[in-house]
């Protein structure tokens, strides 16, 4: 349950020399984004300069629970949230160098954003449109099938390859599942 950003130094130190890179952007393996996803992130910076935690995915399973409204819109594409999707957090480096501490996830559950916040100390600018497709079927967010955590107004692109990737996702589960 702790994330400690000081495993991340020893390979960013070798790809980017020792002062290491201005941004990290940490997503999970069984997301999809959209080939545009960067426009936005750059978007984002440039829209609120004073951002903590960027997040590009909008998901049920993240969002205002029980009919409530989000609070803190801030354009009609983009909220500010207490907490980023673990799917797609980006970071400035800076947050780390700032806060070099550990940071303990509140429930244990580990690759979730709960820790965004305290990492850079300011809530997490999320983009309302959706720029990752959460794929994690057999994950703990989406307990047997795709449309739990499915995401909330996925760009064109997203909407486009959703069906297709689907499909390919359950024949090499199945197929997987024969050889074993």
């Not at 100390?121 to 795709?146: A, D, M, Q």
Request: charged share 25%; with cysteine; net charge neutral.
């Amino acid at each position: 349950g702790d994330f400690r950003p000081e495993a991340f130094e020893p390979w960013l130190k070798e790809d980017f020399g020792e002062e290491g890179p201005t941004y990290l952007y940490m997503v999970d393996s069984d997301g999809y984004h959209d080939p545009h996803f960067f426009y936005r992130i750059h978007e984002l910076m440039e829209l609120y300069p004073e951002w903590g935690t960027i997040c590009l995915y909008n998901a049920n399973f993240h969002s205002p629970k029980h009919n409530r409204r989000e609070i803190h819109v801030i354009d009609y594409d983009t909220a500010l949230r207490g907490m980023s999707a673990g799917i797609s957090m980006f970071f400035r480096l800076q947050s780390f160098r700032d806060k070099p501490n550990k940071v303990q996830v509140p429930d244990g559950r580990g690759w979730d954003g709960f820790y965004s916040r305290e990492i850079a100390g300011r809530k997490v600018v999320t983009s309302l449109i959706s720029y990752v497709e959460h794929f994690g079927k057999w994950g703990f967010h989406n307990k047997g099938n795709f449309d739990r955590d499915r995401a909330l107004h996925p760009t064109a692109y997203l909407t486009g390859i959703r069906g297709a990737t689907v499909k390919q996702i359950e024949e090499v589960h199945k197929a997987t599942l024969k050889k074993a």
